[in-house]
């Protein structure tokens, strides 16, 4: 079993920064990827990066990359999102996701069956 714990939202002004945490527990021998994912309300889910787990290869969705940065502390087995310059149209609930399999695109969330429970980012104007 695997368990991921997030946190790190909360509300911040436009132009700020927050860095979420997604802390890993249980059988991270089985992971093959985590994947960032948000999703604002009336909306379906998006992808935002991702990173396998050995921190071999990280992909972004370009509209986010330069903003958006994946980082990883192995010794503690958590995965960071780093979100600077922050704009409104950056207000979601965003997710952390892994997967232990290699096929399928990272960004597709249906390809992930184990969710973090979400942690809310409002950005203001």
């Known amino acids: 079993q695997v368990q991921l714990v997030e946190s790190g939202g909360g509300l911040v002004q436009a132009g700020g920064s927050l860095r979420l945490s997604c802390a890993v527990s249980?059988?991270?021998?089985?992971?093959?990827?985590m994947g960032w994912f948000r999703q604002a309300p009336g909306k379906e889910r998006e992808p935002v990066a991702a990173?396998?787990?050995?921190?071999?290869?990280?992909y972004y969705t370009d509209s986010l990359k330069g903003r958006f940065t994946i980082s990883s502390d192995n010794a503690n087995n958590t995965k960071y999102l780093q979100m600077n310059d922050l704009k409104p149209e950056d207000t979601a609930v965003y997710y952390c996701?892994?997967?232990?399999?290699?096929?399928?695109?990272?960004?597709?969330?249906?390809?992930?069956?184990?969710w973090g429970q979400g942690t809310q980012v409002t950005v203001s104007s």
């Open positions: 996701a892994l997967r232990s399999t290699y096929g399928g695109s990272w960004s597709e969330p249906s390809t992930y069956p184990i």
């Open positions: 249980g059988r991270t021998s089985i992971i093959y990827i």
């Open positions: 990173i396998r787990w050995s921190g071999s290869r990280i």
